[in-house]
């Protein structure tokens, strides 16, 4: 295992940038004391106990000058995020002081961290496998409740144990494979040899596929599902729009200072992310120029994971609602018929013909009606067995380990056909250890140097 000691000492902002009630400056690394204790009037740190906060001062060495008033965490290896000594400085935040300490601990020989680098080190030190690396990443940008708790699962390990334990299997067989090609004088050695791969084959197989039956469920709570609400001017888009977002349903996540710079809108619809697409043709500020346009929204439904297509029951059917009604029966929709609280005037025998299977919701968003209905169609629509989100379910959700789980399975296919095609064990035996490898790029038991150089850029500075 690799130890602390071929690490400098590392510091940055732990917090989000901007103004906050507190923000920390998290120091870790082998002389973690000595970039904090030259500023810090109070105790001596290092002779506090372990994982205590501690009050004083920070004071500018060269100026004598107080700097804030601050609390030091000091948490002393091995029980620590990485693993090495960590001391965590919370401070009265204010983006000038917060930057100011940072600069005074870089001042004492600490250097600046890289995005991801303290959960690089908590996997270079042993603590986490790289599956739970990607897990807090996961955690940071969970959306709903039930995305961070398949984070959390994640993060718990279950994952890793689950792959462990079918690495663990393949690799016993593989002895037991290399056993018999070094006693071939036994009769019936081949043959044997052959079953027991087989066998394995097959069962780590099962066991793929099943993970890879949630990674489906997986994507959607970890990246949203992709939305867009399409309709003609007038039938009530932006009203739905805003019952969704309505309180506690928004959630706007800026994902500034993470590789991807942009602001997504995102309602949680029964703890489903949904992701909003092409918001800017409902949200209006003047109806009379509206004009969504049917190239526009032509657009929106073919970036769409699913459509939401909204009718006005108080009026008879349009050409336009006839042609949204075509341009989206071949994706996942739901069609919510609004205004009921009005006379009804649409022709529903020609709307229930144009909708084929696609469920209707009578809804009234002047009465807040339909908005429960819909959370739960959603949830049925891309949810036939249930969120299944409980402690110790373990559920892909990460497209790089779908990725290895795939080529995993098919070097699994590669064995059952080379058997079946009578090819030697030993070239058997393979792909065998291919798909065994695979498997372990997803916890990290093998890895190259720059998959995790990409996986913890991808982290924010200071995690
Ligand atoms: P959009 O152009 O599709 O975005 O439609 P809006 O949400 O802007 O709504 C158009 C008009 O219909 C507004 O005056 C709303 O107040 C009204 N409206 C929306 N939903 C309902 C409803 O369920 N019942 C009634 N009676 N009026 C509604
Ligand atoms: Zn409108």
Redesign the pocket.
Do not use: Y
């Given at each position: 295992m690799t130890t602390t000691s071929e690490f400098d000492t590392i510091a940055a902002v732990a917090t989000p940038p901007g103004e906050g009630g507190i923000s920390i400056i998290r120091v870790s690394g082998d002389h973690a004391f000595e970039a904090v204790m030259p500023l810090f009037k109070g105790k001596a740190l290092d002779k506090v106990k372990s994982h205590t906060i501690n009050y004083g001062h920070i004071i500018d060495p060269e100026t004598q000058s107080e700097v804030d008033e601050v609390m030091v965490s000091v948490m002393r290896a091995p029980k620590t995020y990485t693993r090495e000594d960590v001391l965590e400085i919370n401070c009265h935040g204010g983006l000038v002081a917060t930057n100011d300490i940072l600069q005074l601990v870089i001042s004492q020989g600490a250097r600046l961290a890289e995005p991801g680098e303290f959960t690089k080190r908590a996997f270079l030190n042993g603590r986490i496998d790289l599956s739970q690396a990607e897990a807090v990443m996961d955690l940071i940008r969970a959306k709903t409740d039930r995305s961070m708790k398949v984070a959390l699962n994640q993060l718990d390990g279950s994952l890793s144990r689950l792959i462990k334990n079918l690495r663990q299997d393949i690799l016993e067989v593989l002895a037991q494979v290399e056993v018999n090609i070094d006693y071939p004088e036994y009769d019936d050695v081949e043959t044997m040899t052959t079953k027991l791969l087989l066998e394995k084959a097959k069962e780590v197989k099962a066991s793929i596929q099943q993970l890879l039956k949630t990674a489906k469920q997986g994507k959607v709570l970890r990246d949203g599902l992709a939305t867009a609400i399409v309709?003609?001017?007038?039938?009530?888009?932006?009203?739905?729009?805003?019952e969704l977002l309505h309180e506690d349903k928004a959630i706007v996540t800026d994902v500034a200072g993470t590789t991807r710079d942009v602001i997504e809108e995102y309602v949680n619809v029964g703890g489903v992310p949904l992701k909003l697409v092409d918001t800017a043709g409902?949200h209006?500020t003047d109806?009379k120029v509206?004009k969504i346009g049917v190239e526009r929204s032509k657009k929106a439904i073919a970036a769409a994971d699913l459509v939401i297509l909204?009718l006005?029951a108080?009026e008879p059917l349009t050409a336009e609602d006839r042609q949204l009604l075509a341009d989206t029966a071949d994706e996942k929709r739901i069609i919510i018929l609004?205004?009921?609280?009005?006379p009804l005037k649409l022709e529903m025998p020609e709307l229930e013909q144009l909708a084929g299977d696609t469920k209707i919701i009578k809804?009234?968003?002047?009465?807040n009606?339909g908005v429960d209905q819909l959370e739960s169609e959603i949830s049925h629509l891309f949810f036939d067995e249930g969120i299944e989100t409980g402690r110790g379910n373990v559920m892909v959700t990460n497209a790089r380990h779908i990725g290895l789980l795939k080529q995993a399975s098919s070097a699994l296919d590669d064995v059952m056909s080379g058997i079946a095609a009578g090819m030697p064990v030993d070239l058997v035996q393979i792909d065998m250890t291919r798909c065994w490898n695979k498997l372990g790029e997803i916890t990290g038991d093998s890895y190259q140097d720059e998959l995790l150089d990409q996986l913890f850029s991808q982290f924010c500075v200071g995690k």
């Open positions: 309709g003609r001017p007038n039938v009530g888009k932006s009203s739905l729009l805003n409902i209006h109806d509206e909204v006005d108080s609004n205004k009921t609280d009005l809804a009234s968003m002047t009465q009606q």
